[in-house]
């Protein structure tokens, strides 16, 4: 089984900077592209950015320019930068992966479309 904990979640004020972590247990033999979602109340969960095992990154039009995703492959862990926050970007921010391979039971499995239980990010104005 996987888990995936994200953390750097909080208050801060318009303009300001935070910096979300993800990181992934258990007994992983690796991990494809991860990403990060949000979802703010009464709307769809929505992404926001996504990074492959090499490096190539995807971002949501609204983040482009103020968030930066990473990864530590070493360390199975994703980051998300998030500078210049807006109110409009307040939200639950989920960490996901989309394809896992780990040992269960002794034997090789992959797992897909991993998710952690969020963390919660707003922004006043």
């Known amino acids: 089984q996987v888990q995936l904990m994200e953390s750097g979640g909080g208050l801060v004020q318009a303009g300001g900077s935070l910096r979300l972590s993800c990181a992934a247990s258990g007994s992983i033999i690796y991990i494809n592209a991860m990403g990060w979602y949000r979802q703010a109340p009464g709307k769809q969960r929505e992404l926001v950015a996504t990074i492959t095992r090499g490096g190539s990154t995807n971002y949501a039009d609204s983040v482009k320019g103020r968030f930066t995703i990473s990864r530590d492959n070493a360390k199975n862990t994703v980051f998300l930068q998030m500078n210049s926050l807006k109110p409009e970007d307040t939200a639950v921010y989920y960490c996901?992966?989309?394809?896992?391979?780990?040992?269960?039971?002794?034997?090789?499995?992959?797992?897909?479309?991993?998710w952690g239980q969020g963390t919660q990010v707003t922004v006043s104005s």
């Open positions: 996901n992966a989309d394809e896992v391979g780990a040992y269960s039971g002794g034997l090789g499995k992959t797992l897909f479309d991993s």
